[in-house]
Nanobody, 121 residues
Framework: QVQLVESGGGLVQAGGSLRLSCAASGSIFSINAMGWYRQAPGKPRELVAVITTAGTRNYADSAKGRFTIFRDNAKNTVYLQMNSLQPEDTAVYYC???????????????WGQGTQVTVSS
């Protein structure tokens, strides 16, 4: 099994910053892409940021210029540094990790439990 444990969410005022982390553990041969999604009440889940094994980053337009995704492969951990937070960033944030559990096996998708980010005005 593979487990993702998220941390770093909380309450912050507009303009503040938070850093989310997501650590993967379990049966992992390698990790490909890692990313962050978020879901606000009554809204569909949306992509926030993705980082590939090579370090290529893609961001949602709403996150571009404010958020930074980075990873520590030695720790199987992905981070999301969120600056200049705004109330519209309020959501449950989920990490997503694409895992190869054994050499030559298929890619599997795992999700974290979610961490609440609340930004007050």
């Amino acid at each position: 099994q593979v487990q993702l444990v998220e941390s770093g969410g909380g309450l912050v005022q507009a303009g503040g910053s938070l850093r989310l982390s997501c650590a993967a553990s379990g049966s992992i041969f390698s990790i490909n892409a890692m990313g962050w999604y978020r879901q606000a009440p009554g809204k569909p889940r949306e992509l926030v940021a993705v980082i590939t094994t090579a370090g290529t980053r893609n961001y949602a337009d709403s996150a571009k210029g404010r958020f930074t995704i980075f990873r520590d492969n030695a720790k199987n951990t992905v981070y999301l540094q969120m600056n200049s937070l705004q109330p519209e960033d309020t959501a449950v944030y989920y990490c997503n990790v694409d895992v190869v559990r054994a050499s030559g096996s298929s890619l599997l998708v795992y999700w974290g439990q979610g961490t609440q980010v609340t930004v007050s005005s």
